[in-house]
């Protein structure tokens, strides 16, 4: 390496090492990409390996959706080098698994035939997600909530504004400013409608209201906001079947509720 720099030296001379220098430092903190995911039966349990370009420093946070059953892995600061943002799996309770990039980091979403809860760590450049059975999954319907984000601030903060926006292929966005990134949040699908509780947050007046967003053309017909003890609730009203998805980028929340498309079958 440093014969190369010296020889690059007497090329382009020292008012141009400083940039080399910065081109050869660059290379060497290129953020981690997600390279392949597939699947396989490890002690009678389904695995889903994702084989990164790097290591990864931590296992990324996740949380499981009932309906449509789906296990999300958020990876900050994590590209991706597949082709595709589908990949087949259909192996067991395994059907497929989505890439999405939003802001700063890379969302596996792993659809599924049924809900069930997980375990993941990292091993070496991979991180293993090991499937719990599904006849002992029985605790992920019971659950009062699905865990998206734990809360970590110490007193009610209030949100900063709610937003509605139509999305890709008629999408309802609902658009949360959050006081900081440490607010707490539970998603849970209850009946026929999406609960979004804020923990330790307050709302303010202007806040407080029922949205109708019919005339957006989205699954979304009404969102309800109010105040519960510690924790704001918002109720989002879809009709007709529905899925949805959630992403957080620094102190925005964005829930996506779209129609829901037909199984595949193979």
Do not use: C
């Given at each position: 390496?440093?014969?190369?720099?010296?020889?690059?030296?007497?090329?382009?001379?020292?008012?141009?090492i400083?940039?080399?220098?910065?081109?050869?430092?660059?290379?060497?903190?290129?953020?981690?990409?997600i390279?392949?995911?597939?699947?396989?039966?490890?002690?009678?349990?389904?695995?889903?390996?994702?084989?990164?370009?790097?290591?990864l420093?931590?296992?990324?946070a996740g949380?499981?959706?009932?309906?449509?059953?789906?296990?999300?892995?958020?990876?900050?600061?994590?590209?991706?080098?597949?082709q595709?943002?589908a990949?087949?799996?259909?192996?067991?309770?395994l059907?497929?698994?989505?890439?999405?990039?939003?802001?700063?980091?890379?969302?596996?979403?792993?659809?599924?035939?049924?809900?069930t809860?997980?375990?993941?760590e990292?091993?070496?450049?991979?991180?293993?997600?090991?499937l719990?059975?599904?006849?002992?999954?029985?605790?992920?319907?019971?659950?009062?909530?699905?865990?998206?984000?734990?809360?970590?601030n110490?007193?009610?903060?209030?949100?900063?504004?709610?937003d509605?926006?139509?999305?890709?292929?008629?999408?309802?966005?609902?658009?949360?400013?959050?006081?900081?990134?440490?607010?707490g949040v539970?998603?849970?699908?209850?009946?026929?409608?999406l609960?979004?509780?804020?923990?330790r947050t307050?709302l303010?007046?202007?806040?407080?209201?029922?949205?109708?967003?019919?005339?957006?053309?989205?699954?979304?017909?009404?969102?309800?906001?109010?105040?519960?003890?510690?924790?704001?609730?918002?109720?989002?009203?879809?009709?007709?079947?529905?899925?949805?998805?959630?992403?957080?980028?620094?102190?925005?929340?964005?829930?996506?509720?779209?129609?829901?498309?037909?199984?595949?079958?193979?």
């Open positions: 390496m440093r014969m190369w720099v010296k020889s690059m030296v007497r090329r382009v001379g020292f008012r141009g400083g940039v080399l220098l910065l081109g050869v430092a660059s290379l060497s903190h290129a953020e981690p990409r390279q392949s995911i597939s699947s396989s039966i490890q002690g009678g349990a389904e695995v889903v390996r994702i084989d990164l370009s790097e290591p420093a931590a296992v990324p949380f499981v959706v009932q309906s449509p059953a789906r296990i999300a892995l958020d990876f900050p600061g994590v590209g991706s080098e597949l595709r943002n990949v087949e799996l259909n192996q067991g309770n059907r497929m698994a989505h890439v999405v990039q939003a802001a700063d980091r890379t969302r596996v979403v792993l659809n599924l035939n049924q809900p809860n997980y375990q993941a990292v091993q070496g450049r991979s991180l293993l997600v090991s719990a059975p599904v006849a002992s999954a029985a605790a992920v319907a019971a659950a009062p909530a699905s865990v998206f984000a734990e809360s970590r110490d007193g009610a903060l209030p949100l900063r504004d709610i509605f926006r139509r999305g890709v292929e008629n999408a309802g966005r609902v658009i949360v400013d959050l006081a900081n990134n440490q607010v539970d998603i849970r699908q209850q009946g026929q409608n609960v979004v509780e804020f923990l307050s303010p007046e202007g806040l407080r209201r029922r949205l109708d967003v019919t005339d957006f053309g989205t699954p979304v017909q009404t969102i309800s906001t109010v105040q519960s003890g510690d924790r704001v609730r918002m109720v989002i009203e879809p009709k007709g079947l529905w899925e949805h998805s959630a992403y957080q980028s620094d102190n925005q929340l964005v829930v996506e509720v779209r129609q829901q498309k037909p199984a595949l079958t193979s």
